[in-house]
Nanobody
Framework: EVQLVESGGGMVQPGGSLRLSCAASGFTFARFDMSWVRQAPGKGPEWVST????????YYADSVKGRFTISRDNAKSTLYLQMNSLKPEDTALYYCARGRGSYGYTPPRNYWGQGTQVTVSS
């Protein structure tokens, strides 16, 4: 069974940083592209970032480009999202997802984790 467990969320002030982690199991992590997706209450899901299998190619939503960095450690079956210069509009539940995403598209919901809450507020 596919298992994706996010961690590292919390509350930070605008301009602060957080590093999210996603521990994967139940599948061969190194054979899949991986993504981060977020969803704020009352809003639809938003694709944030995707990284290819080898970690050499990364893609970002315009809203986070230049501030967020996606990475992975295949030996540890772990996905990361470094978030800098956080803004209130980044507040959302952040999900690790198996598969690729793009503008207007997220991996199927069945391949998301349970999510970790990120709150950016003063």
């Amino acid at each position: 069974e596919v298992q994706l467990v996010e961690s590292g969320g919390g509350m930070v002030q605008p301009g602060g940083s957080l590093r999210l982690s996603c521990a994967a199991s139940g599948f061969t992590f190194a054979r899949f592209d991986m993504s981060w997706v977020r969803q704020a209450p009352g809003k639809g899901p938003e694709w944030v970032s995707t990284i290819n299998i080898g970690g050499s190619n990364t893609y970002y939503a315009d809203s986070v480009k230049g501030r967020f960095t996606i990475s992975r450690d295949n030996a540890k079956s772990t996905l990361y999202l470094q978030m800098n210069s956080l803004k209130p509009e980044d507040t959302a539940l952040y999900y690790c997802a198996r598969g690729r995403g793009s503008y207007g598209y997220t991996p199927p919901r069945n391949y998301w984790g349970q999510g970790t809450q990120v709150t950016v507020s003063s």
